[in-house]
Each structure stands twice: as C-alpha cells, then as structure tokens.
C-alpha cells in the first residue's frame, strides 16, 4: 500500500508539477515561435539530444505571428496543430484546442457543407464560406481556405481560417449606404418633378404675362389715344387729365409685367456659362445707354474687367440695371460721375452676409469683386435688404419711374452665378453696388 502523503508533503509535489508545467509551456511557446532549434530531455538511458530542423524555423514563426487562423487536421477533423490566432478567433487557450474535433467550432447549419468540403479527395486551395462558433456562442463568418498536406504520418488537412467580421459589417454598412443613397436619389426624382412643374407653371405665367397680359393693356392704351386725338376737344382738363393718367398707369402696368416676366426667365431659362468678357459687355451696355448718358452728361470712369463664366444676357441685364439707376437717381444740379472698378479677392475676406452661399465657399476660394459707385442721391443703409426685393421702391414713382423689379432682378443673377451683392451708400453721398463673382 502506497504510503499516504501529509498536507505539507502534497503542497510540495504541488509545486513541483506547477513548475515543470510552465517549464514544459515556456519550452512549447519557444518551440512554437522558433526561439529553440534543439531539446535535451532527459529519459530512462540518460539524456538524449532532439533537434529540430532549421527550415522548419521560418515556417514557424511566420504561422504563429500570422493575422489569419491556422490549423492542422487529421482526416477526421481532429485539430493535431494549432496557431494562437486561431484560439483567439475560437475563445479557448491555446493548450485546450489542439486535440478538438474541429467540427465542434462550426455552426450547426454550415457542419453539413464543411464536413464535405473536408472529405473531398487531393484538395488543393478550395475556399469556403463558414461561419465558425466561439467559446461564448458568437458567430463568427470565416473563410476557410483548404489544401491537403502529404505527411510522413500520412494525409492531413491544411486550412487557413481568415476572419471575415470587419468585411461583413463593412458589406451591411455598404448596402446600408446603397439604401439610404437609393431612398434620396426617389426623393430627388421627386422634388426635381415638382420643380420641373413649377418651371412649368412659370412658362405658362411668361406666355400669359407676355401675350394675355400684354394685349388689354396695348387696347387700353389704344383707346386712350384716340379719345384724346377724336374727342379731345370735347373734354375739359380734368376730362384730359383722367385719360392721360390711364394711359400713365396701363404703360406702368406693361413695363411692370415685362420686368416680372424677365424677373421669372432667370429661373426658367437657365444655359450653360460661357466665357464673358465684361469689358466687352460694359461697352456694348454704355452703348445701349447713350442717349442717357449724352443728356446726363455723365463722366463714367472704367477699370480693366475680368473675364469670367456666366451667362452673358444675365450679366448684361445686372449691369444694365445697375448703370442705368446710376444714371437715373442723381443730383439735378451736380454732374453725375460713375465708376466701374474691380480687383481681385478671397472669401473670407467676402462680409459672409453678401455671399449667396457662404457655406459652399472655403475660405480661399477666389473672387472678382466689381464696383459701380455713383454720387447721385444715395439712400439710408438700413433700407439695404429692401431695395433687392420685388416691387420695394424708396422713391415716389413720380419722381424716379420704374417698377421695383430692377434690382431684384440684378440679386437673382448674382444667385445664379453663386456670386453676392451689396449695396453702401449715404443719403445724399451717392452709392456703391458690389458685385462679387466667382473667380
């Protein structure tokens, strides 16, 4: 009968196995990283040498520092090697997979297709999709690529376990993304419909606007005039006077409705930019101008213009509009002089408030700044966002005709070409209108 160990006798063969087994673990990682090339062990006829081949080294320490999961299967599917990747990626120590049925790791409803994946004869790089199990019941997409391996000890199976999580969810979060892109790209066909309706609606208001509209009034004017020509001497002052302020009010009218209508082909009638030398337009403009310009006796001084892209009947329309009501708000009794500058800036030196967009310009994105200033009769600055609204006016219309679409139209065509407007000025002191330009 074997003699029976006191308490303090077990505590010391205690710590006699714990060393030897992280002896034996120490010299099983080293082996396993390629640290030793040779073993002496000591056995019943003394100690014996055990090398291990040097080739073998590289192969080693690549397996074991891989990303992927590496093993090694008998034909069962009994794992007889395994890197530490690949107990990571299951959830188990490294001492405790080797000499598992690798079947124990997959997925119930994938052991079918794995089992005869492993079974199939001479395999030679055949990868499969399979979702493996951990320790903690998590699924786990992998895939395993397989070949088999010839050994002295006979067939075994080689296969590369390749965690495919991060792919997968990128995958979800891709579609997601196609689905979220598809919905918009409805919600964009949508809103371009109604806004293909709208410029369709604002067609028809332009062809009423120029044709229905148009005609009354011509009619009305028409009569006006041959009351006035036929029954004229029949009617008193104040018969003559109420005829010629309904033809005044029928030509307002026209002038207004065609104001509208080119206020409302700036959205509907939108072409590609091209390039535009405003040197030429300002020209062709003073031009257009030049009987106001001769009867004002006006001193227009001109700097060098850039050349930009837009769309040249819109450009001329801002100019136009801005040169013409430097031209009409003057001093009676003071020479009118206008100056048309330009240089060259960035946005952030833009006051964020001119920009149409200011989101949509960084701040080193370049721009032409182009000024217009006068010293006609100026107006408060607290009236700024007014006068580019539709049908303001700070005047009476008596005294400086016109519909109070001018300078509306003049903010819309800078929107269109993602520039900015602004105006500075002083009662009496004259103006200055700033236009800014993308570069």
Do not use: W
């Not at 495919?164 to 995958?171: D, N, V």
């Not at 148009?214 to 029949?234: A, C, D, M, W």
């Not at 721009?367 to 006068?374: N, R």
């Amino acid at each position: 009968m074997s003699e029976v160990q006191t308490y303090e006798q077990l505590l010391a063969e205690n710590e006699r196995l714990r060393v030897q087994l992280e002896e034996a673990t120490e010299t099983i990682q080293a082996i396993r990283t390629g640290q030793i090339d040779a073993l002496v062990v000591e056995g019943e006829e003394g100690h014996e040498l055990y090398t291990l081949k040097t080739a073998d080294t590289t192969y080693r320490v690549i397996i074991e520092t891989m990303n992927e999961g590496a093993v090694t299967l008998a034909t069962s599917g009994l794992i007889v090697y395994s890197n530490s990747t690949f107990a990571l990626l299951v959830g188990k120590p490294l001492s405790q997979v080797t000499g598992l049925s690798f079947y124990s790791f997959v997925s119930a409803d994938n052991l079918q297709q794995c089992q005869s994946l492993f079974a199939e004869d001479q395999i030679a790089n055949r990868k499969e999709e399979i979702s493996l199990i951990d320790s903690n019941g998590t699924r786990i997409p992998c895939l395993l690529s397989v070949t088999t391996l010839e050994l002295d000890e006979g067939t075994s199976l080689s296969v590369i376990v390749t965690d495919l999580t991060s792919q997968k969810e990128a995958q979800q979060q891709l579609r997601q993304n196609n689905d979220r892109l598809e919905k918009s790209n409805v919600a964009l066909e949508i809103s371009n419909h109604a806004l293909n309706l709208s410029n369709d609606n604002l067609e028809q208001f332009a062809y009423v606007a120029s044709h229905d509209l148009q005609e009354p009034l011509r009619k009305i004017q028409s009569f006006g005039e041959l009351l006035t020509v036929h029954y004229g001497h029949n009617l008193d002052d104040e018969g003559l006077n109420i005829i010629h302020r309904m033809s005044a009010a029928a030509t307002r009218m026209s002038l207004l409705i065609k104001d509208l209508l080119n206020y409302s082909r700036l959205t509907t009638q939108q072409t590609p930019f091209k390039k535009v030398d405003l040197n030429l337009l300002l020209t062709d403009i003073l031009d257009d101008l030049s009987v106001a310009v001769s009867e004002s006796g006006v001193v227009i001084e001109r700097e060098n213009l850039p050349v930009i892209n837009g769309d040249s009947a819109q450009l001329q329309q801002l100019f136009m509009n801005l040169l013409s009501n430097a031209l009409k708000f003057r001093h009676p009794d003071i020479t009118p002089h206008i100056r048309v500058s330009a240089r060259r800036l960035l946005a952030a030196e833009i006051p964020p408030s001119a920009l149409a967009t200011p989101a949509d310009s960084s701040p080193n994105r370049p721009f032409h700044q182009i000024s217009i200033t006068d010293n006609g009769i100026g107006f408060d600055e607290k009236y700024t966002d007014r006068i580019f609204q539709v049908f303001q006016r700070l005047h009476g219309k008596a005294q400086y005709p016109g519909s109070g679409v001018g300078l509306a139209i003049c903010r819309k065509v800078v929107l269109n070409h993602r520039g900015g407007l602004t105006a500075q000025s002083k009662p009496g002191e004259g103006a200055t209108f700033i236009i800014y330009l993308p570069a």
